[in-house]
């Protein structure tokens, strides 16, 4: 068991005082900062402080024994490679409209983009490596976000409800075929319409959004988020868009997944996000970033209706899992008061995060204890040969930890 160094990514749309917070460092930070990562992406790995101060980075320590760090069962299953990535993720400005690919969609269009000679850290390549990217996003404050079409029927009646002329051919499109194939049609017209067709139509659907969120209409939310879209990015097909889309409010501790092919964009908020160990995104809007609407059409899934928030389910006191399909990875939120403690067990490699207040960690090995004291922004790496982990609070905390899904 050991404390972790870890990156931060600054990206525009990021914030100047979450993450900063978070790590007790001075507010405002000089830039926005929009990403903590803590795991082995070759990216931006995180480095293990050893008890002498050195540090070494992780992606190193899991190609020296990648059995005794992973355990033989996750070392055999992804290659010696830690499966999946944790992040602190803090949303100022909305990010890019964007999908991920399933693992065979990654590794088609990794091995098509390498054949045609573009270099991995190019700004137009899509694919950055051959893995699939499923993610989970659990809230650590009010997390907005756009995810999953909306059910068609309610749709038409979002569209239906503004008063844009120029909006109703679009509209029928998708009333005369309520499901996923009118989906496809709808979104695939409006995210490639011309400029100058789209100069016409978009400013007509924004005043059309002013009127309904002055009448408070029913769609107010979905009206005043792509006017605020517009007004990030005038004439970007990406607004007409996001009007597809489940407009989600996470509170502090729910959580959605989102599977490859499910078009999404974070909106504002900070949160926890797990996901596989890639870094590939397919972006169509919303964004200054490479833009491939055909490459995204190819991933896309258009199964639409209400995105399920997760709370967590509780497996014993203080501690809630966040279940889902996806074999890489599994979150787990630790909550407790000052002296209240769990035990976790394991069957595989461990990181885990101090996200409020400090905790005592200990690992009992026979008659000799490891023990570190983790404070806010803080994290630990837990290699498979450890015990089982005990969490004890020494104020009220909260933390977070991610595991493989599978052992």
């Known amino acids: 068991m050991e404390l972790l160094h870890n990156a931060v990514r600054a990206y525009a749309w990021g914030s ?33 402080i050893g008890p002498d101060g050195t540090r070494r ?47 065979e969609q990654a590794a088609f269009g990794f091995a098509a983009e390498d054949a045609a000679g573009l270099a991995v850290d190019s700004p137009i390549r899509n694919y950055k490596d051959p893995s699939a990217k499923p993610e989970l996003i659990c809230a650590l404050t009010e997390f907005h976000a756009l995810a999953g079409f909306r059910a068609p029927d309610r749709t038409v009646a979002l569209l239906r409800s503004l008063d844009a002329p120029d909006l109703a051919p679009y509209t029928e499109l998708l009333a005369a075929q309520p499901d996923g194939s ?4 709808l979104f695939t017209t409006l995210i490639t319409l011309p400029q ?26 979905e009206c005043r988020t792509a006017l605020e879209l517009g007004e990030a990015y005038p004439g970007d097909a990406g607004v007409l868009a996001a009007l597809l889309l489940n407009r989600i409010v996470l509170r502090p501790g729910e959580a959605i997944y989102l599977p490859a092919g499910n078009l999404h964009a974070y909106l504002h908020g900070t949160g926890v996000e797990i996901l596989a160990n890639s870094d590939n995104v397919l972006r169509c809007g919303l ?43 599994e979150l787990s939120r630790i909550e407790l008061a000052a002296g209240e403690s769990v035990e976790v067990d394991h069957g595989g490699p461990q990181i885990v995060l101090c996200a409020e207040g ?12 490891d023990v570190l004291e983790l ?25 977070f930890r991610a595991t493989p899904g599978v052992p």
């Open 358 to 369: 400090s905790a005592t960690l200990s690992v009992h090995r026979g008659g000799h204890a």
């Open 196 to 221: 100058n067709s789209l100069d016409g139509l978009l400013p007509q659907v924004l005043d059309a959004c002013v009127a309904h969120v002055k009448d408070r209409g029913e769609f107010d939310a």
């Open 57 to 103: 980075s992780l992606l190193d320590l899991l190609a020296e024994d990648p059995r005794g760090q992973l355990g033989a069962g996750c070392a055999e299953r992804f290659g010696g490679r830690l499966p999946f990535l944790l992040k602190v993720l803090a949303a100022e400005e909305p990010l890019s409209l964007q999908a991920h690919p399933s693992a």
């Open 16 to 48: 100047r005082t979450a993450i900063a917070e978070m790590l007790g460092r001075e507010v405002p930070a000089p830039h926005p900062e929009a990403e903590l990562w803590m795991g082995a992406h070759p990216g931006d790995p995180s480095r293990v």
């Open 182 to 185: 009118g989906l496809r049609a």
């Open 375 to 399: 404070r806010r922004g803080q994290s630990v790496w837990l290699p498979a040969a450890d015990p089982a982990l005990r969490v004890e609070a020494t104020e009220d905390a909260q933390l």
């Open 287 to 329: 964004t200054p970033k490479h833009v491939d609407v055909p490459e995204l059409m190819r991933v896309l899934d258009f199964s639409s209706g209400d995105m399920p928030v997760q709370r967590g389910e509780p497996t014993r006191p203080g501690l809630w899992v966040y279940r889902t399909p996806c074999p890489e990875f």
